[in-house]
């Protein structure tokens, strides 16, 4: 298992090295986008990874909460939950460095940036609650129940923002048409990201489970029960 | 042969904390009606027992059958006397009695509750604020509010604990009583020379293992044998 | 299930006008912060005006993590919390009984800001009281429905006073925009019938966290 995974981590970051030299000096520019566009190339896909990498935190949170010891589903969640966290910082870091140049600004409360944030936050508060929870089952169905908030909060932010937007012009929405010759990088840095995100969850819900188990001293088997209590008379 | 099932059955009951068992292995039956002194040092997993049976701690591995249902859906038939006194310190002596008679959809009269509060000893204390109360008056409360209850088995931790010499007194004769109604009584107890004659049966925990179990009589005897 | 959330929802306004002196201070907090935003913000009427939805809103976000911390502080002094689940109890009368305690807190607190905030920032209402009334009801509860699960969770923490906020606060995040702007446009008037949709926005917020909250509030108090 351990080969596997360290396999799946290198194919990433070949294909990523790959999409990204694809996407920055090999496909023809656009008309329309500057140079700095390019970033666009690892932006998209890093977005829908995090939102899937999210979704699938939301699926093992459901899935914890019906475990009756669930500590490797508990690790594996914290471990989704801390990559989806990442790839939500770094999308809004690319995110600030696209919109300076293109727009002016770093940051802009669209509805797109503002989800971005909250679930950020949200999620990083979801880790900060394991460190109060006492015992194992209680840290892991309390993450879950908070992953679960967090998640379902994520579209509801967006619309809410989305509905503010309706009295400001559109001015910030990505180009929703790419053409095809794009279409090759992009997928190929999605699946990258992906790979690499995966990648990152098993090792780190391995260190978690590890770490865990460290806590709780190891895990002898109980011993046997040898008395009978039975009743008198 | 009663096809009834004991009123509480353990089965290989065992928690866990990290490398250390608070209670490990215990195959326990006890039949309705008949009482358990539960004795052993400090430390020895007496709370720990007690809470497994009432299910506010969830066992490591092995399993709590309280009149055949897992305790979680037997909480009516079950009662707690624990270290905790599940009060509201903002609330007065009656008012806590009625919170928990109304949430357990019971008779809430005033004399009901006030006979209650006789009973423990606490009579012309309703309209005192727990906060103003003494540990031993709290005791005192934790005990009516088990009564009010009246549940079938009926589960005390240290129930002397904070007592003064006459609520010692009022525990011997509400442990006499309750075993009369025919409930079943699992106790845990420093005082075991005290409890062990109204008692049926006995079980020493040490370091969370059941070591002995035998005639409650026979207790104290058990314990010097095995303690010294 | 009805039966005992009303249970303890009573215990819970019984608590709370046998101690005052708890509540009180929140009150106070409240009314403190509607002050600081007057002089944080400056004396200019219009601005001030425009934005008392605003600080309205914000005050009875900020004044809500104090009171939602103090009603699970009462049952986690004695455990008194685990009393209940073993009277028993079902976890999710307990929730929404706490809840609904909450929430008839935050609306006789907001009950004294909006009139105070009208005072001291010059707003008055150009809609209707009722609108008011229900947009008022609507945000309050998206506060005080999740509020109370993370008070639950967050009550014996070490670091509780901020945990709870930190983890409420990004979560309402849609509630308060959409009850700032509901409570600006019942207040300023609302020339493009625009209100609905916000009011709307809270409704399904409500809707969706009550009930995912009441669910989840089992697992929470587990053993």
Redesign the interface.
């Known amino acids: 298992m351990r080969d596997r995974e360290n396999l799946l981590g290198a194919l990433g970051l070949l294909l990523l090295c790959l999409g990204s030299a694809w996407g920055l000096f090999y496909t023809p520019p656009e008309t329309k986008m500057a140079s700095v566009m390019r970033i666009f190339f690892i932006h998209v896909p890093t977005a829908w990874n995090a939102l899937l990498i999210a979704t699938f935190a939301f699926a093992l949170a459901v899935g914890v909460l019906f475990k009756k010891s669930p500590g490797k589903w508990d690790a594996a969640l914290a471990a989704t939950v801390e990559v989806a966290c990442v790839y939500t910082v770094m999308l809004l870091i690319q995110g600030s460095i696209w919109g300076k140049p293109t727009w002016g600004t770093y940051w802009d409360w669209d509805p797109r940036l503002t989800s971005a944030a909250v679930m950020g936050v949200a999620f990083a508060g979801v880790l900060s609650l394991r460190s109060f929870a006492e015992g194992p089952r209680r840290k892991a169905l309390w993450t879950a129940v908070a992953t679960i908030i967090a998640y379902v909060d994520v579209p509801i932010v967006y619309f809410s923002v989305q509905m503010t937007d309706r009295t400001l012009h559109q001015n910030l929405s990505s180009p929703t048409s790419v053409s095809s010759i794009y279409h090759w990088p992009l997928r190929a840095n999605a699946f990258a990201l992906l790979f690499i995100g995966i990648w990152l969850i098993i090792r780190r819900a391995r260190t978690i489970l590890l770490e865990a188990e460290d806590d709780a001293g190891g895990s002898s088997p109980a011993p046997e029960a040898t008395l009978v209590a039975g009743v008198e008379g | 042969m009663s096809d009834l099932p004991p009123a509480l059955r353990a089965t290989a009951l065992s928690r866990g904390y990290g490398r250390r068992w608070a209670l490990a292995g215990l195959n326990l039956e006890l039949a309705a009606g008949r009482s358990l002194l539960v004795a052993g040092p400090n430390g020895a997993g007496k709370t720990t027992l007690l809470r497994l049976l009432a299910a506010t701690l969830r066992p490591t591995s092995g399993s709590v059958e309280v009149l055949g249902k897992p305790p979680a859906a037997a909480r009516e038939h079950l009662g707690l006397l624990s270290h905790r006194t599940h009060l509201y310190t903002d609330l007065t002596c009656l008012e806590n009695l009625r919170v928990a008679a109304r949430l357990g959809g019971r008779d809430l009269s005033k004399d009901r509750l006030g006979a209650l509060l006789e009973r423990v000893g606490l009579a012309g204390r309703g309209g005192t604020r727990i906060r103003e109360c003494s540990a031993g008056m709290r005791k005192r409360l934790a005990f009516a509010r088990l009564l009010e209850k009246d549940p079938d088995v009926v589960l005390l931790d240290e129930p002397y604990g904070q007592l003064d010499p006459r609520g010692f007194d009022f525990v011997d004769q509400l442990i006499a009583e309750l075993a009369s109604r025919g409930r079943t009584l699992v106790m845990s107890t420093h005082l075991v020379p005290r409890a062990a004659p109204l008692l049926r049966s006995g079980l020493l925990l040490v370091d969370g293992r059941p070591t002995w179990v035998g005639p409650a009589a026979d207790l104290p005897s058990a314990m010097s044998e095995r303690l010294a | 299930m009805i039966?005992?959330a009303l249970?303890?929802l009573?215990?819970d306004l019984?608590?709370d006008l046998?101690?005052p002196g708890?509540l009180a201070a929140v009150v106070l907090f409240s009314v403190v912060t509607l002050l600081l935003f007057s002089f944080a913000v400056g004396p200019d009427t219009s601005s001030l005006q425009r934005n008392t939805a605003g600080y309205l809103w914000l005050a009875l976000t900020l004044s809500s993590t104090l009171a939602l911390g103090e009603s699970f502080r009462?049952e986690v002094?004695?455990?008194?919390l685990?009393?209940?689940?073993?009277?028993?109890?079902p976890p999710a009368a307990i929730f929404y009984g706490k809840a609904t305690a909450n929430l008839l807190f935050l609306l006789a607190l907001a009950a004294l800001l909006v009139p105070l905030s009208f005072g001291l920032y010059g707003a008055s209402v150009r809609g209707s009281f009722l609108e008011l009334a229900v947009i008022i009801a609507l945000g309050t509860a998206g506060l005080a429905g999740?509020g109370t699960?993370y008070s639950a969770?967050?009550a014996?923490?070490?670091?509780?006073d901020v945990?709870l906020p930190?983890?409420l606060f990004?979560?309402v995040?849609?509630v308060l925009?959409?009850s700032v702007?509901a409570t600006s446009l019942v207040l300023l008037g609302d020339p493009m019938g625009d209100r609905g949709?916000?009011f709307a926005?809270v409704g399904?917020?409500d809707l969706?966290?009550w009930t995912?909250?009441g669910l989840?509030f089992g697992?929470?108090v587990?053993?």
């Open positions: 039966r005992p249970g303890v009573r215990k019984k608590l046998a101690s708890r009462l002094e004695d455990d008194a685990e009393g209940l689940l073993l009277l028993p109890v999740p699960l969770m967050t014996r923490a070490r670091g509780s945990m930190l983890l990004p979560l995040i849609p925009i959409a702007k949709a916000w926005l399904c917020f969706v966290y995912l909250c989840l697992k929470v587990d053993a």
